[in-house]
């Protein structure tokens, strides 16, 4: 099962950090990604990582902006998200495979619940 954190009501401009944090099994044997589900449109990749660490995707509206990292240790992965745009609003979901996909988007065996995060002033 997958649990994310973090999420929630931010001025433009603001950050936020979201967590996705894993029970019942080890998330470091896993590749992580984050997506989002705007209202009206469907889910989108924003952001990858691989098991281990060492390989990391962006879409471009993530670039400069957002920072994907995790902490095995704590079978969590995070997303660090700074200068934030309303046009980030939506519903934010973790994803996690045995196949790290070099572009976010593929099968991802488990999921979370989502996380809405709204940015508004």
């Known amino acids: 099962q997958l649990v994310e954190s973090g999420g929630g009501l931010v001025q433009p401009g603001g950050s936020l950090t979201l967590s996705c944090a894993a029970s019942?099994?080890?998330?470091?044997?896993?590749?992580v990604a984050w997506f989002r589900q705007a209202p009206g449109q469907g889910r989108e990749a924003v952001s990858c990582i691989s098991n281990g660490g060492i390989s990391t995707h962006y879409t471009d509206s993530a670039k400069g902006r957002f920072t994907i990292s995790r902490d095995n240790n704590k079978n969590t992965v995070y997303l660090q998200m700074n200068d934030l745009k309303p046009e980030d609003t939506g519903v934010y979901l973790c994803?996690?495979?045995?196949?790290?996909?070099?572009?976010?988007?593929?099968?991802?065996?488990?999921w979370g619940q989502g996380i809405q995060v709204t940015v508004s002033s």
């Open positions: 019942g099994y080890t998330l470091a044997a896993y590749a």
């Open positions: 994803a996690a495979d045995w196949t790290y996909y070099s572009n976010c988007v593929g099968e991802h065996e488990y």
